[in-house]
């Protein structure tokens, strides 16, 4: 069994019953924990590994202030850091993926069914995103605590986590426009903010025909060819909000929230067939947690407890079904297959 399928079976079974929610604390601990050694210390593992490998090492051969504003200065500048301290690749990847579960984790510990959010997350949150993308991976982090700090009411917290996430990646930026429309009541302001959203996806568009953004994006290609999947997988969710919408702002009050998410997610499918879907599909990563959101409430809604519990099954097959499709048949699968771990190639390069 590889650790991928290790992985989704860990928090999979404990998705199926509540006597775990007694040790919260400590297995959130431990998966964080592992999830640190498994993403933070792979070897060779993510699409963009290679691109990543070159940009850490030319920070010793490139002028520091150069070097540091060459590309979003907050990822760069953790380049330098590890480099001057000789950390490799390994503390630049290690850092980033501590972010990204500190977010992650944050993010499911507030919702009713946490493990299986975090289950939902494993087959292309934490798997492709957070083992290949890695600097969009930390602004999807922080981007998680800005979705929990808005659902608490923490305006402000949740701005300053996405200015934060736009100096890893900036596409990070496109969630402003959604707090400001999700937090004002001025029609105007919210129209604004609509026109904001569209502004953005057109800019990032053409910024993206005019620059060659990381040695021409090393995950460009996987992230477009499958746009259309992934975007359909996110509005599936979101179509289910929307049909239960009333049932569920009743609970939680921060469904608007995700309606506009559930709204935006569908709103781009078109745009996901044409020259734009690389930079659709660089965006719509940031709704990638509506799934969480939709498949650990709707559950609830259901007073049945047997129809909860199959409906829960039938969730974690669904995406089991989508992790194994993923790592057996993607043309891009070969770089996260076979997995290495910096502490298994260890001994053989001491014994070399």
Known sequence: MTPYWIAFLLTAIMSLDSVYKRYANLIWGLLFIFFLIFIGLRHEVGGDWGGYLRRYNEAGSTEAINYITRFEIGFMFLNWVAYQLGGGIYMVNTVCASIFFGGLISFCRKLPLSFLAFTVAIPYMVIVVSAGYTRQSVALGLAMFAFGSISEGRFVRSMLYIVLATLFHKTAIILLPLVILYESK???????????????????????????????YVEIGSQSDGAMVRLIMIAIPGIILIMNYSKMKKVWKDSYLWLIVSLLSIALIPLALGPMSTAVDRIALYFLPLQMVVFSRFPILISDRNIRTMLIIGIILYYALVQFVWLNYSNFSAWWVPYQNYFVILPKINTQ
């Not at 129209?191 to 953004?213: G, P, T």
């Open 186 to 216: 001025n029609f105007w302001l919210r129209l604004f903010s609509v026109a904001s959203v569209s502004v953005l996806i057109v800019v990032f568009f053409l910024l993206e025909k005019l620059e060659r953004l990381w040695v021409v």
